[in-house]
């Protein structure tokens, strides 16, 4: 299998700190130099490493990347990173600190952090249009929660899952005004936070979540815009004690086609194994799953008979790579295979509902190096030297559809670049391509032929590139919510 070259970062707690591309899954190839820059603080215990901050990451055409509390910039004709954003009163704690985003804001695209205060429990925003000028906002109460699972967007909105001491709803960052909610109701005791992860599948929230007194997993779901309901309670596996259920990291994930909870349990004795189950659904928001025991099929002898650590350090995660073929996105599924800061995570390839993982190779040794783990597509956090990016700008409204303004970055001067855009309804990845309306493009010599843009020029940024998307040929109707991303290449 071949695994695009993710951006990632080592998570120093002593000497300084490098950039890295994680090649294949299996090398770390380090770049520009190390930053000089002030060390985090060396957490409670090895698994609270968490790879959920602190990420590097691409917007428009240039790299970035959080450590402690400041923003470093790529500079390639130095090879050194430049400090372009200290983070003022950053709670320094990483648990309590996020990680550099991008996300339409106000209409506009923009690179963005939020983190609490160190002298309070208030958040503080930072948001940038072009990585030089940052715009701090405070924001709404943080309520002292701690942050062990990915956020996802949903509804213009990010969701947080949060640990506030084991129960708790979660967070909900509305960036827009910069407030943050905490809806009402209790989930059970999860233990960690970090048991919570959440995933957008046919236009619904789902959350899955360990239940310590009954020592099942729960699929929880954000029901009429209020608040996580308990949705059902999966059944395969036996249940697991509360030690069996502390501080390990299930996921539930989508391939674009189905959904699947992988998580630890018991097979029905004293023997703790993975299982993989399929939850598939005919209804919308509040039918339950029918729930399909893959385990047979997909997860290899590694996972199974007794196949978990000692201690609780069982932990997964998945990258989805959207970005080297859209229409058919791949799940990448990274495992702590050994515990402690010097441990590795071991790579393997999901391959549909009825094949065996793919084995990769092991990472490099060190959990102490954070991987950038979106839920929804991957195309900022893969990166090569000379790599070509697109970044939508903005969106507005015409009489023959929506106008999406665009700039391309990477090879200046050449009018010889094609571009593509996918959509999606509701709130999952975009994965079908627009219908363009003929004769719309602007800037340079672009043009569309068929749903594509032609000669395009990717000149860093200094052209605003627009086309027309036919969103009534595509079966939107005014005030529905969509999915939208680009995709340039050679």
Known sequence: MAIPPILCVNYRFSGAVQVYRLLDGTSLDPIGNPIAVGLEVVPASPQEQSPLHNKVIQF??????KHAGEIYRFNSGTDNWDLVQTLTSHDIQHAQAQALHVSTINGVEKLFVFYQLSSSASARFYETTDGSSWTQTDGGTWNGFNIYHRPVFYDGRMFVPVWTGGSGMGAIVNLNDKTMAFPGGTMPNGSRQRNRPLCVFEDRLLLLTSNTSTGRYELWEWTLGIS???LQVLTTGSP???SELDDTAPEL???GTGLFALYPALNGGAQREWFMVELTSTGGEGTTFTETDRSGAVLPASWKANGLMTGSLNQVETFLDDETDPLNPTVYIFRLSTAGSGGT????QFNGNAALLSRGD???AGANFSLGMPKMGGGERIWSSGDLDIQIESLQTTPTGTRINYTVYGDAGTDDKIVKFFYAAGNDFP?????LVAASATGNASNVVGNQIEDVDADDGVTTYTVVWDVVTDGFAAGERAQLKGQISP
């Open 228 to 230: 996580f309901q308990l």
């Open 362 to 364: 092991f990472c490099p």
């Open 240 to 242: 697991a004690t509360i």
């Open 253 to 255: 994930f989508t391939d």
């Open 60 to 65: 428009k055409g240039e790299l970035y990347v």
């Open 431 to 435: 994965d079908t391509q627009c219908t």
């Open 345 to 348: 995570r071991n790579v393997w």
